[in-house]
């Protein structure tokens, strides 16, 4: 039973191997809560188990527990040890993929022989048992051995009828060569129609057994590959932090050391381009710290002593000195990789439709193929007679077609996709965007190009544009700072600018401004508050202009020279192109756009009116101000009041909120933590093709389900016909190889997606 014993332990994280279905972790899950003072939770999509247990139950007792259930796990390493997880992972996909190849090089002569008349060449049938036997054995032992696991159980699942199949017609080709006419050197198939008088011990099933296992094992890679992508994200969010760190001694003497062996009150050094190491506080000196790999906003923070700084963020401008406050599992960067771990363990009940299906279909096959050779028996049939319609049965019920009905279609989506630039996660995707109502759209980088840019020049009566800019382009040019690297940019509506003039006498003025003279001038470029320091009064104009590009959300600068303010320059962050008509298509399909960003209001105000997003009170509107975790606390809000949500996003601050959503979207040009954290990703970055995503994933799911139901259908079809003897075994194998052709062809008419 399950215990809610408040004296746990905290938790601790087992990778678990041989899960093959959804229904695995779920029996994994319900033998480790059966155990006195445990609790645990089994992802199947992450292939990891998370338990807690009080201190009377040994690590050991869990990992037995699971061997006991048929699988296997592993606790994780010391610290300080490499975990071998990821390398034991990798290990098991290539594995998988050399089953794959093995079993489709040696499927396809077989195959060939067993269809094609005129390469029945003399001893043909004994050629295909050798070729056959490595693929029925090797190739297919994950079937066999998930069957022989879920017997144990009393369960039945996809992998019980692959492997009763794949057994099934290899043990009767072996009956037929041995003790029937069908090893007779010579012997070629006969095509009769029916199984009834016929002599079922004349024929070979083997291209059945290998065609199978190929099909099917290039499904379970494609899922297989799926999954160990899924821990990506948290890898990549780890990989963003320093990797050591300049630490300072009572003497102040620096000293490099691995980040690691960081403790709260030590002090460091951030140099000019180094990242913070931990989450700490300045001590002493002042710098432009970059956040945006962690809020995503482009406008750096000016950061002074006392002020907090968060490891995996950039000192661009100063020095700092920071004392640590928070380190390993404690800092923000952690906490956000669990944030992205706890919203993918969301997504893990996910499975696809012919597993379910399975539960029922399989056993239902068994029973009527012992049903049919009983039935057969005591209607006076032959034994031959009974076991060829048995056989017929298992054969016609193997689900070649159904294996083929998710990675067929999947392959061909996802291919078509990825020339149209849209990168498809996995087949639990698709179901997402059928049912999506709700798109929230991150606004830095994903609707505004995430880059400051000049976007307006001011100048004050009596002065000229280009003077304006000439002299505060020439200071800035000096500086770092991505405002000055804005400014000090072509500016297109200006035209073409003669090179700057030199610039003597530099000073940066930390988070106020930069000063220096040019061509005998001396030019104060910064807030509008330095200059109202100074002693420069503003004319009305400028500090009209100064008030419109902050009530737009805008970043003003102000210029001036001998000690007269001269012109105001205007900085953003400006809408991508296409970003109006993405959101009108994305309203076209029935999506509800709504902005979500950590900016402030008035600048997510400004950019949702100039994409057509309007704010309202039922949600489909503007969300601005809000931290990483506060991105994710909003998508949930939105799921917990009924509505289906699709996120789109690019930096790591929209990582745990990608995860979180029932469909991820992630720009190709964002951060790697976000587009391992999404389920779709949009190789160019253009936002306009979200529709696309959506619409080509809904082709494609609809597919898969056209695929399934026709795969079903010629199966409850074909049953009845084989039971009553009707159907030869090899004709049986025929029908479903054509099942097979069908899918396939209908999988590729997705390749005409436009």
Known sequence: MTTTDPALDPEVELAITGMTCASCAHRIERKLTKLDGVEATVNYATEKATVRHRADVSPQLLLDTVAAAGYAATLPPPPGEPDGTDAA????????????????????????????????????????????????????????????????HGAATMDTLVSVGVLAATLWSLVALTVGSAGEIGMTHGFSVTAAGSDGLGNVYLEVATAVTAFLLAGRYVEKRAKRRAGAALRALLDLGAKDVAVLDEHDVEQRVPTDRLVPGTRFVVRPGEKVATDGEVVEGRSAVDASLVTGEPVPLEVVPGDAVVGGTISTSGRLVVRATRVGADTQLAQMARLVEQAQSGKADAQRLADRVAGVFVPAVLVLAVLTLAGWLLLGGSATEAATAAVAVLIIACPCALGLATPTALLVGTGRGAQLGILIRGPEVLESTRRVDTVVLDKTGTVTTGVMSLVDVVAAPGERVEDVRRLAAAVEAASEHPVARAIASPLPVVGERAPLPPVTAFTNLEGLGV???????????????????????????????VEEAEAAGRTAVVVAWDGTARGVLVVADTVKDGAAEAVASLRDLGLRPMLLTGDNTRAAHAVAAEVGIEPGPDGAGVVAEVLPAEKLAAVRRLQEQGRVVAMVGDGVNDAAALAQADLGIALGTGTDVAIEAADLTLVRGDLRLAADAVRLSRRTLATIRGNLFWAFAYNVAALPVAAAGLLNPMIAGLAMALSSVFVVTNSLRLRRFR
């Open 515 to 545: 000063e220096g003279t040019v061509e005998g001038r001396a030019v104060v470029v910064g807030r509008p508050r330095l200059l109202v320091e100074r002693g420069a009064d503003l004319p009305d104009a400028l500090v009209t202009a």
């Open 89 to 152: 992972a990798d290990a098991e996909l290539v594995l998988l993929r050399r089953r794959l190849t093995v079993a489709s090089v040696l499927a396809l002569p077989v195959v060939v022989m067993a269809m094609v008349p005129p390469a029945q060449l003399p001893g043909w049938q004994w050629l295909s048992l050798v070729l056959a036997a490595p693929v029925v054995t090797w190739a297919a032992w994950p079937f066999h051995r998930a069957a022989a696991v879920n017997a144990r």
